[in-house]
């Protein structure tokens, strides 16, 4: 079965915690995104990686990281520098034009 | 800066109307334009996509119109049913762009029965 796994779905952390969200794919493709959705403002890009050990910030990177240390695996970590972490990550792979996404994670802080 | 523009924020429409979403563009470099279906706790998924060659593209009930010269392009959903509530969003991408996709805000669809 082919696709993008996220994981978990919903995470909860207290405030000032670190926690990583998993992004797996097994469709070959090179590209992945990060992006972070809240109501009424859209998709906004963290991180993005065209290749294995590269990565470029987007619009919204400041208290994230991550790594591409596999080609299928680009894991996301929130730290406690981010302000406002609560939100629904979604992650994506691309493939020329095409872009698709993971079911999702819901993170929580409190 | 907002590269793509879209409108309405949401919408409400009876079962079996047109709902009709719009959006504008002011990057001439985007070449492909896709429209994303996003249900509730699930991530977005491709419904249709036009190239800038085109000025209409149907798939079943969704049909997308391109007008290239006034920058901007719109999704149309015939005959639409409750199950088509959902958030969509439209989109362009920039030929090797590495960035990705330049999104929408998207919009906020509701069918009525």
């Known amino acids: 079965d082919g696709g993008i796994t996220q994981s978990p779905k919903y995470l909860f952390r207290k405030e000032g915690q670190n926690v990583t969200l998993s992004c797996e794919q097994n469709l070959n493709h090179d590209a992945m995104y990060w992006y972070r959705q809240d109501p009424g403002q859209g998709l906004r890009l963290i991180y993005y990686s065209q290749i294995v050990n590269d990565f470029q910030k987007g619009d919204i990177a400041e208290g994230y990281s991550v790594s591409r240390e596999k080609k299928e695996s680009f894991p996301l970590t929130v730290t406690s520098a981010q302000k406002n972490p609560t939100a629904f990550y979604l992650c994506?792979?691309?493939?020329?034009?095409?872009?698709?996404f993971g079911p999702g994670t819901r993170l929580t802080v409190t | 800066q907002q590269q793509v523009k879209q409108s309405p924020q949401s919408l409400i429409v009876q079962k079996g109307g047109i709902p009709i979403i719009n959006c504008a563009y002011e990057n001439t470099a985007f070449d492909y334009f896709p429209w994303y279906q996003q249900f509730p706790g699930k991530g977005p998924a491709l419904l249709i996509a036009?190239?800038?060659?085109?000025s209409e593209k149907k798939e079943g009930r969704f049909t997308i119109s391109f007008n290239k010269s006034a920058k901007q392009f719109s999704l149309h959903i015939m005959d639409s049913q409750p199950g088509d509530s959902a958030t969509y969003f439209c989109a362009a991408y920039e030929r090797g762009g590495a960035d990705g996709l330049t999104f929408g805000k998207g919009t906020h669809l509701i069918i009525q029965p």
């Open positions: 036009i190239r800038p060659d085109v």
């Open positions: 994506a792979t691309r493939w020329a034009y095409e872009q698709y």
